[in-house]
């Protein structure tokens, strides 16, 4: 089986700018949660979606987002970009609806802000 | 909110030592987690459980749900098993997937 998949792996942004990242879970995997992490915060809970729905969501600004697609692909947006989003973004996907279930974890996208 | 303290830091061995990596929480989970993570960012689920000791290879993790307390031992340690090592646990507040973090314990083992 694929694992988890991310794209792009690598982006460099200005600030004022928006990005989307993907991620594609492994299959059979409707949840996707997607997390920050930067040197000063460690990584951090961002949002996560079951079956197209928005479950969860962590103390992050409006400008970051999110959906999932029925194929359970999930994309994340960041808009009007500043120089402290710079950080590695990473998805997980887990088969169901509870944290007992394993979490796998993509690449990570690492996403430079100038 | 949960909170997870991690010890050490930083971690330093020779080649062949014993490695304990230790995690505690504040409250009562359902599930903890041991994460690995090589320089270039790339997180593997080592281990999730519940109740007591899980093995894999040279890797063991144990916890004990009274204490809120787990521990990652590394049997005979090698150069590659240098990465930083992460317990997470769930968030009680909500339901589905949200994990909280500890800051992560720094191994590295010389050869």
């Known amino acids: 089986k694929a694992g988890v998949t991310q794209t792009p792996r690598y982006l460099i942004k200005t600030r004022g700018q928006q990005v989307t990242l993907s991620c594609s879970p492994i299959s059979g995997h409707r949840s996707v949660s997607w997390y920050q992490q930067t040197p000063g915060q460690g990584l951090q809970f961002l949002f996560e979606?079951?079956?197209?729905?928005?479950?969860n969501k962590g103390n992050f600004p409006g400008r970051f987002s999110g959906r999932q697609f029925s194929n359970s692909r999930s994309e994340m947006n960041v808009s009007t970009l500043e120089l402290g989003d710079s950080a590695l973004y990473l998805c997980?996907?887990?088969?169901?609806?509870?944290?007992?279930?394993?979490?796998?974890f993509g690449p990570g996208t690492r996403l430079t802000v100038t | 909110k949960n909170e997870v303290e991690q010890s050490p830091q930083n971690l330093t061995a020779q080649e062949g030592e014993f490695i304990t990596i230790n995690c505690s929480y504040s409250v009562g989970i359902s599930a903890l987690h041991w994460l690995q993570q090589h320089p270039g960012g790339g997180i593997v689920s080592l281990f999730m459980?519940?109740?007591g000791k899980k093995k894999h290879g040279r890797l063991i993790a144990t916890i004990n749900i009274q204490e809120k307390h787990s521990s990652l031992h590394i049997t005979a340690s090698h150069p590659r098993d240098s990465a930083v090592y992460i317990c997470?646990?769930?968030?009680?507040?909500?339901?589905?997937?949200?994990?909280?973090f500890g800051e992560g314990t720094q191994l590295t083992v010389n050869p």
């Open positions: 997470a646990v769930p968030s009680l507040e909500t339901s589905g997937s949200r994990l909280t």
């Open positions: 997980a996907s887990s088969l169901g609806q509870t944290v007992a279930h394993e979490q796998y």
């Open positions: 979606y079951f079956s197209e729905t928005q479950r």
């Open positions: 459980l519940s109740s």
